[in-house]
């Protein structure tokens, strides 16, 4: 037999210790509500320091984003807007093989193009929607009988397309060349190989009639002024 009386003592020690314990608890528990409920606020002040920051508002960070979104930006500016061309006007605006090599994607027999040895200072356009593609100092005689570039204006103002369109007879006849098409009204201009001069070792073969001229402004006034 034992005495409860002698365990009163701890008994009581124990409730108390308990009691604080599930205050402990219970405050715990609110605290970490408090935490949660609070997690929106503090998603959104990260959500808006970090919009600061794109804005240019934050530090050195900030100012590397606002570069490349600016530099995204121009390349998207670059990018020429498409339009839908009018095939019977073009039939009357064109000539004959102006339309086939444009249209259908034709060619022009080689050394028979206007433009072929063609070297004054210039920007060369697009025959249809007369959008500038090609510059003069960028053309070289690479003796294929087509006009050659070895690099266009700008690389959003033409697009390139996979042409399967010769045969491939054997090994050694038939072949995958590269399409050139102007960007905005997706006419054909020529094709483009990897066998140009360096740095870039591009060629553009593009057909004299799927182009026109257009004389700089300075070799413009330079012809002027001899003539005088």
């Not at 037999?1 to 402990?24: D, E, T, V």
Request: hydrophobic share 30%; aromatic share 8%.
């Amino acid at each position: 037999m034992f005495s409860l009386s002698r365990y009163a003592p701890w008994a009581r020690n124990f409730a108390l210790i308990a009691s604080k314990q599930h205050r402990y608890n219970l405050n715990h528990l609110k605290s970490g509500v408090v935490a949660v409920s609070a997690l929106p606020y503090v998603r959104a002040f990260a959500d808006s320091r970090q919009s600061s920051n794109s804005n240019g508002e934050g530090n050195g960070n900030a100012n590397n984003k606002n570069t490349n979104s600016n530099t995204f930006q121009a390349n998207m500016e670059n990018k020429s807007e498409k339009i839908t061309v009018n095939k019977e006007e073009l039939r009357k605006r064109l000539t004959p093989l102006q339309y086939q090599v444009t249209q259908e994607a034709g060619t022009e027999r080689p050394f028979t193009g206007c433009y072929n040895k063609h070297y004054e200072k210039g920007v060369y356009r697009c025959i249809v929607c007369h959008q500038d593609l090609f510059s003069s100092d960028t053309k070289y005689d690479s003796g294929c009988g087509w006009p050659a570039f070895n690099d266009v204006l700008d690389k959003g103002k033409v697009t390139l397309h996979r042409d399967a369109s010769i045969p491939v007879i054997s090994k050694t006849l038939g072949m995958v060349r590269t399409e050139v098409r102007c960007s905005k009204c997706s006419a054909h201009m020529g094709h483009v190989f990897d066998d140009g001069p360096p740095p870039k070792h591009r060629r553009f073969c593009i057909n004299s009639a799927s182009i026109d001229f257009v004389k700089s402004s300075t070799a413009a006034a330079t012809t002027t002024s001899s003539k005088k």
